[in-house]
């Protein structure tokens, strides 16, 4: 189920969508949770390439909440 927010993107829609716009699926519930859930078959440098986006992504979104 989600909350409803009035049609307005929450910080976890930002950062899912700017995920899938580098490649990285990610399956954004409540507003406040994120999983990426794993492939059947992944290996350690991607898992490596998919926390670095992540990475960047909550670093960009920080930087625009602080200013």
Avoid at 12 to 22: C, G
Avoid at 41 to 47: D, F, K, L, N, S
């Amino acid at each position: 189920m989600r909350i409803s927010t009035g049609g307005v993107a929450t910080p976890v829609d930002k950062l899912a969508a700017e995920l899938l716009s580098m490649g990285v699926y990610v399956f954004s519930g409540p507003s406040w949770f994120i999983i990426a859930p794993p492939p059947l078959v992944i290996t350690r440098e991607q898992i490596d390439e998919g926390i670095d986006k992540i990475d960047q992504v909550v670093k960009k979104l920080d930087e625009q909440y602080q200013g």
